[in-house]
């Protein structure tokens, strides 16, 4: 078949110059562009996914790979799924769970983040919703590996973040809800956990943003100041800490656009607002 014959020819001219590309420095720019793209021209997915849970790549390799990667995708996606599906099926590669864990954060930012505002919506969701698969199976293997379930619970909260970008309220509700209820149980097994308890934090604000926009102030205002009480204790944990203190004065400010938006009370907003404004 001279058809399969070419196929083949071609991906054996890449799998040249992926060898090639691997024996360069590990800082070579042209390694950097283009080992993932040669690797995905020989359909290499071994070595491809070998190469995306790497957990001592640099972060110039994991941008070089995540872009070829992102590129793949956003050239079939106009016309089918076969670039996000061979982007996914690095999973199913025999990697370990170490590995499979890098694998699956790689998705969740570097790729994501590679694919904001070049790709369908779907495409960013089915590729978040196979790391959360991932993690599941990683949390449901280890349960006491509290990074498994930090990194599961940051699943659930793109995905609700992801429906909310679709209209589809209810079931980010579920996804966030899930997210909040990690983060409750990691606090709870290490409550002298500041990074914890500032995941909770969030989830709090994200549960409380989408119920504003759904029109429920009362469980807006509960959820708001949930996340409110903790960013103010991890702030004097860390009077001096600008990030601690950023997140109180979002607070106040969530809460302030909360009274004077649903709840009516424009002097209550004002007193949130000037604290905002003191921070």
Known sequence: DVCSSDLDRRRQQHRVIANHLEGLPADDP?????????LIG??????AALAWSNLN???GELQGLANALADHIVARDAADDSGLNWVLSLALEDLGDVRLHVLSINWLFKLDSALLNV?????RLRL??????????????APDIAEYARDLSVSYGK???????FGEPPRALGYYQQALAISEDLCRC????????????????KLGYLYESLWEPARALENYQQALAISEDLHRRAPNNSERALDVSISYGKLGDLYMKLLGEPARALEYYQQALAI
Do not use: F, I, K, Q
């Not at 042209?30 to 040669?38: D, K, N, P």
């Not at 290490?190 to 604000?205: F, G, I, K, Q």
């Open 30 to 38: 042209l390694r950097l562009s283009e080992y993932m793209v040669h």
């Open 159 to 165: 995905l609700g973040a992801l429906y909310v970008s």
């Open 128 to 141: 978040t919703d196979s790391a959360r698969l991932a993690l599941e199976n990683l949390v449901s293997r």
């Open 119 to 123: 790709a369908s919506l779907g495409a």
């Open 190 to 205: 290490t409550p002298d956990s500041d990074e914890y308890a500032r995941d909770l934090s969030v989830s709090y604000l």
């Open 57 to 59: 790549s640099s972060e």
């Open 42 to 47: 020989a359909d290499d997915r071994r070595r």
